[in-house]
Every structure is written in C-alpha cells, then in structure tokens.
C-alpha cells in the first residue's frame, strides 16, 4: 500500500481526498495544524473509511519536525499538499499572514521531500491565478492576469515554485466547490464567517442569516448575476488519486483545470438549493463588490483526456449534501 503525505488534510477538500485515497488503495498520512480545521473530520473519516489513520498536529513551517514524520514513517511515494489558508477576503486584510503560511509551508515541504527522495506532489491551485479571463471557457494555457489578492498571488507564486523544482508535479486548479460526502459527516470547519454562495445560502436555510444577498444582478449575463463553475467536493477529491496515478507513470510537470466545465449563475444555485431542497431562501440584490470576477468556467478537457477523470455529481446532489453538511455541523439530526 503507497503511502501518500496529505497535509492540511483535515481541511474540507483534504478530508474529501483522504476517504478517496483509501478507497482507492493508497495508505494517507495525515498533517494538519487544525489552524482551519477541527479533530471532528478525522472522527468523521474514520467512520466513513472504517478504519483509524495516522495523524499528527504539525505546522508544515515547522522543517524539523516535517522531516521527522517522514523519517518516522519512510516510503512515502509522494505528498498532497493542501496546507494554506483560503479566504480571499482575510488575504487582503492580511497579505503577510497568507504569504509567510502559503508560500512557506510549500517551500518548507520541497526541502523535506528532497531529504528523504520523495518525489511527487500534487498541488493546489485555484481558478483565481486566471484573473478576470478574457475569454471563456478558461483552459490550462489561459496566460495568469494581475492577481486580484494575495490569495491568488500567493498561488501563482507557488506554481512558479513547483515549475523550477526538481519534482514531479500535477498543479490542480480548482474552480468551486461545494457539497460534501453523501453521509454528512466531513466538510468544512472553516474559523472565517463564509464568503462563498453555498454556504452563505444553507446558513440562511438553517436561520443564521436573514436571507443571501446577491452581489450586483447587472452583470453581462444571462440574469445579470454572476458565474462561476461548481463542482461537488467529492468529485474534485476523487481528481486526487487521478493525479497520483498519472503522475506515477507520468513524470514531470502537469496542469490541469478541474472543474465541471459548466457555468452557474448566483439566481440559479439559489433557485436549485430551493429546489433540490423544498426549502425557502430569501434574497435581496446588494451592491458589485469590488475584485469579483463576473463569469468564469473551466475547459477541462485535459483533465478528463489524460486522467481519465471527469466530474459526474449534479448541481441538485452537490444542494442535498451542502444542505446536509448544514445540518450536520449544527448537530441537527439529519
Ligand atoms: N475551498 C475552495 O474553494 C478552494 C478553491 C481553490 C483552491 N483551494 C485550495 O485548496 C486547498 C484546500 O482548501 P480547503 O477548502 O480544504 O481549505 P481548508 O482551510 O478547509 O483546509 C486547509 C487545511 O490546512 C490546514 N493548514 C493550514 N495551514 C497549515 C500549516 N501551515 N500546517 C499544517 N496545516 C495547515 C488547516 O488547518 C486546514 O485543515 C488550499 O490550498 C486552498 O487554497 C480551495
């Protein structure tokens, strides 16, 4: 069995990949600091996967004792690397704070792996090293614009990084996502107060908010409000162990976007949560805020060709399970 490193894997999308590389045979070694996180995920991955993993509260900053793990375990065949912060908006109040954490801990990493002859990694990369794109949709040659904040910075950064590195390496630029494991029990523990649509609207269908407020409805679309490309987090997950094995017999450097390759309004998931739930959403139309992106949505077409990968979940799924993370997060039986 490969063992495989998964840092920040108690994080939303690393407890989701986690489950996906047991399912898929790989052995994962688990690193998170719980700097965005919480030990319910592991309990969480240990009832789904039915089976105890190996874990250790470690600051991927921390060279010693990073190294120190993978002395401790050996073979390890290739590291994850999911470890950094994600909210846009706290980037841009604190531009230090996710340089030093995004950009250190994958530095920190490289210098690991090379100590003990690991050598592939996967990456997390995110739709905002595009920018505001010219055209739609977006694929893997689509050249990097200014970066809106330093969260997109700090990931364009790293993708230069891993580009000049002696690694083997798969950069996944994630589009959005959203939903969680069928059975409710991983998700997201985010510490910042959510800025992302889905969780905006299951916090107002669950009655912490009054209603979503709808970000300009003037845009150049369809129905005047944004567009982005959702895809279920089990989906993006599973685009992991597509990864791993590609790299495996595929070395040196691969980009891929993963998404649906669909765009969606901000009208259309509220009207799908509504839907897909039976549950009433309010919403008012609020001022643009500055920085969004107005349409964005992947070509996957790479992906799907050379990973043998392709995201299957729907929209109304990716609703019932965001719904069901809701409620699960707030001990409600579901
Ligand atoms: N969720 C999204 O919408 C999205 C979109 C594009 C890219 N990404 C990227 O995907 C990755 C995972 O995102 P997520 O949504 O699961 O975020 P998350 O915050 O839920 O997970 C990140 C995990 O890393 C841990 N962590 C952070 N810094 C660490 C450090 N220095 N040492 C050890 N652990 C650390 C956190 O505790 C958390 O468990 C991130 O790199 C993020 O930038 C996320």
Request: aromatic letters at 8%; hydrophobic letters at 35%; proline letters at 3%.
């Amino acid at each position: 069995m490969s063992k495989i490193l998964v840092t920040g894997g108690l994080g939303y999308i690393g407890s989701h990949t986690v489950v996906e590389l047991d399912k898929a045979g790989y052995t994962p070694i688990i690193i998170d600091n719980l700097s965005n996180s919480s030990t319910k995920n592991i309990i969480g991955i240990e009832q789904i996967i039915q089976k105890k993993l190996k874990w250790y509260n470690i600051d991927c900053k921390k060279e010693d004792a990073l190294n120190q793990v993978l002395l401790k375990e050996g073979n390890i065949h290739g590291a994850i690397h999911f470890a950094a912060y994600k909210s846009v908006e706290e980037s841009i109040k604190y531009p230090k704070k996710y340089h030093d954490n995004n950009i250190g801990s994958l530095e920190v990493l490289l210098n690991c792996m090379r100590k003990n002859n690991i050598k592939n990694i996967i990456f997390s990369s995110s739709c905002t090293v595009y920018g505001n794109p010219e055209s739609l949709p977006v694929d893997e040659n689509t050249p990097f614009k200014k970066a809106e904040s330093p969260y997109s910075e700090t990931k364009q950064i790293c993708e230069n990084i891993l580009k000049r590195d002696s690694c083997n390496s798969v950069i996944l630029r994630y589009f959005n996502p959203i939903g969680c494991h069928n059975s409710g029990l991983i998700g997201d523990y985010s510490n910042n107060k959510p800025t992302n649509l889905v969780p905006i609207i299951t916090e107002t269908a669950i009655g912490k908010r009054d209603n979503v407020t709808i970000f300009g409805d003037n845009y150049n679309t369809p129905d005047g409000t944004c567009i982005r490309d959702y895809i279920h987090v089990v989906d993006l997950a599973q685009s992991h162990t597509k990864a791993l094995n590609y790299l495996i017999k595929n070395k040196g450097k691969h980009v891929f976007n993963i998404g649906t390759g669909k765009g969606v309004s901000v009208k259309e998931i509220i009207n799908a949560f509504i839907k897909a739930n039976n549950i009433k959403i309010n919403y008012s139309i609020g001022k643009k805020r500055s920085g969004d992106i107005e349409k964005i949505w992947a070509n996957c077409n790479l992906a799907n060709k050379k990973l043998n990968w392709k995201a299957k979940k729907s929209i109304n799924q990716s609703m019932i399970d965001a719904w069901k993370w809701e409620q699960h997060k707030n001990n409600h039986v579901i």
